[in-house]
Structure formats: C-alpha cells, structure tokens
C-alpha cells in the first residue's frame, strides 16, 4: 500500500481483509508503524506521553486549517503499527471527522479488537481518548 497520508479507513480495512491470516496482519501492521514520520527527540516528555500503555508512546497534536494534525512515537513494532493506522484514520482530519469515526465499530470489522492483547487495547483507546479529547477542545473552541 502507499505511504499511510494517501491511504483511507476503506482501503486500509479492504487490504488487511486481503491479508490471509494474523501473521501475516501483524507483519503488516508493523510494516506501518515503519512508515510513520520522524517523531522530534524533543517531544518524548511526559507532557506528550499516553499513560495506560504498556510501552512507551507520546503523541503530539495540532489544531489549524480546521483540521487537527498529529505525529506519534513508541517503543514497540506492533504499537507503533497501531499508531500509524489511527494516522491514517484520524490525522488531517477536521474535530468532526475524528468525533464522527466509530473507531470501536472499524477495529471489529477488521477483526483487530479481537487480537490485541488486553494491554495494547488499553494503549490504543489511551491514544483514542486523547485524540478525541483534542478534537473536543478544537471543536468547542472554534
């Protein structure tokens, strides 16, 4: 697939679909969490950091041209793989698009909620919660 700003919820969900078993899934996922854009050395502080996950994460976001915009980081292959799917979900998308995605709805039809471990599912709603949290303060701001 192409580089994770070209890709959508739809044709994300369409190729893992494609992906014959979890192996194969989570090699891709991981595939990426190699695609993310550098994440700034001066950016992994506690003040960026998501609590509640198991590895280490920070998650820096951006509200302008009515859109919000964010880059992540972590410690870990498979989280990092998570991080780039919720950037292709949620990054450069307007506070209304983020609050408006089911992401719970979308991981179940992919079949990932699934097979996560309890402590990565934590990390990744811990990721939701503070994106949906920002989007909230962008939208009742503007």
């Not at 989570?26 to 190699?34: A, E, H, P, S």
């Not at 198991?54 to 793989?81: E, M, P, T």
């Not at 995605?101 to 039809?109: G, Y």
Request: aromatic residues 12%.
């Amino acid at each position: 697939m192409s580089e994770l700003h070209e890709m959508t919820a739809d044709n994300l969900a369409d190729f893992f679909s494609m992906l014959p078993g979890w192996e194969e899934k989570f090699r891709y996922i991981i595939d990426l969490g190699q695609k993310l854009p550098p994440f700034p050395e001066e950016y992994k502080k506690d003040e960026y950091r998501i609590f509640g996950c198991q590895s280490l994460v920070w998650l820096k976001s951006d509200y302008n041209d009515g859109r919000i915009h964010f880059i992540a980081d972590a410690d870990a292959a498979i989280v990092r793989g998570l991080i780039a799917i919720l950037m292709v979900i949620y990054n450069h998308k307007s506070a209304e698009e983020i609050l408006g995605f089911d992401i719970h709805a979308w991981l179940e039809s992919v079949g990932l909620s699934s097979q996560l471990t309890p402590t990565r599912s934590n990390g990744l709603h811990a990721m939701v919660k503070r994106l949906h949290a920002f989007a909230e303060q962008a939208h009742s701001g503007h």
